[in-house]
């Protein structure tokens, strides 16, 4: 059975308890940071399953740096990761051995996700994001974790690339046009494709 399917109406609205991440955590934007949304976005999703309801500045600052070393170890580079790269790791380095990349072909797809209880992170364009706490516009690439929706169809993220990332809200259309794979930089002719970790 598909562990993503889901019986019967979606619900209404559904908002997940997951904690927030900042790639940046103490507003240091140099490297690796400016590259760290992915691994922050994973951070995040593990958590939530672990039952985390924050992680303190220093501490998400240690599993940032430590997830960059993991991955130029074990991928040979740490920026830009695809959603299967980004799958990778986190089976690798938190040891999830079931982590899901698949295609999006419309918003059901990531609210069954969310109606089943698991996070979603969603690779995009970050300057399709349109988001207007981004420097120069937003990043080429960006990944951002769906924790929840609203009646209006509208998405509730945790948004790494920004302090004011918690609960940020974004348009269904602004966030549908803007979900891409890395896709060897083209992000905007990249699949629609989001990363589901499923609890052990």
Same mark, same amino acid.
């Given at each position: 059975?598909?562990?993503?399917? *889901?019986?019967g109406?979606? /619900?209404r609205s559904m =908002?997940?308890a997951v904690p927030?991440?900042?790639?940046a /955590? #103490?507003? %240091?934007w140099?490297?690796p940071?400016?590259?760290?949304?992915?691994?922050?976005s994973a951070?995040?999703?593990? $958590?939530?399953?672990?039952?985390?309801r924050?992680?303190p500045i220093?501490?998400?600052d240690?599993l940032?740096?430590?997830?960059?070393?993991f991955?130029? #170890?074990?991928l040979g580079?740490?920026e830009? !990761?695809?959603? !299967?790269? !980004?799958a990778?790791?986190?089976? $690798?380095?938190?040891g999830w #051995? =079931?982590?899901?990349v698949?295609?999006?072909r419309?918003a059901d797809?990531? #609210?069954?996700?969310l109606? %089943?209880? @698991?996070p +979603?992170?969603?690779?995009a364009?970050?300057k399709?994001?349109k988001? &207007? =706490?981004?420097? %120069?516009?937003? &990043?080429?690439?960006?990944? +951002?974790?769906?924790? $929840? @929706?609203?009646?209006?169809g509208? *998405?509730? !993220?945790?948004?790494?690339g920004?302090?004011h990332?918690?609960?940020?809200? @974004?348009a269904?259309?602004i966030?549908?046009?803007a979900?891409h794979? *890395?896709n060897? $930089?083209?992000?905007?002719r990249?699949?629609?494709?989001m990363i589901v970790?499923?609890?052990?």
């Amino acid at each position: 059975t598909d562990p993503l399917a *889901w019986k019967g109406p979606l /619900p209404r609205s559904m =908002n997940l308890a997951v904690p927030f991440v900042l790639q940046a /955590p #103490k507003q %240091n934007w140099a490297m690796p940071y400016q590259e760290a949304c992915e691994e922050a976005s994973a951070i995040m999703v593990d $958590g939530y399953y672990r039952g985390r309801r924050r992680f303190p500045i220093e501490e998400q600052d240690r599993l940032i740096l430590s997830l960059v070393d993991f991955e130029k #170890k074990t991928l040979g580079f740490y920026e830009d !990761t695809t959603a !299967t790269d !980004t799958a990778r790791f986190i089976r $690798g380095y938190f040891g999830w #051995k =079931n982590v899901l990349v698949r295609e999006v072909r419309g918003a059901d797809d990531i #609210k069954r996700a969310l109606a %089943n209880g @698991y996070p +979603v992170i969603l690779p995009a364009s970050g300057k399709a994001l349109k988001n &207007p =706490n981004f420097r %120069n516009g937003g &990043p080429k690439y960006h990944m +951002v974790v769906v924790k $929840g @929706y609203l009646p209006d169809g509208r *998405w509730i !993220t945790n948004d790494p690339g920004t302090r004011h990332g918690a609960d940020y809200v @974004y348009a269904n259309t602004i966030l549908m046009n803007a979900a891409h794979d *890395w896709n060897k $930089g083209d992000v905007l002719r990249g699949k629609r494709v989001m990363i589901v970790a499923l609890p052990e």
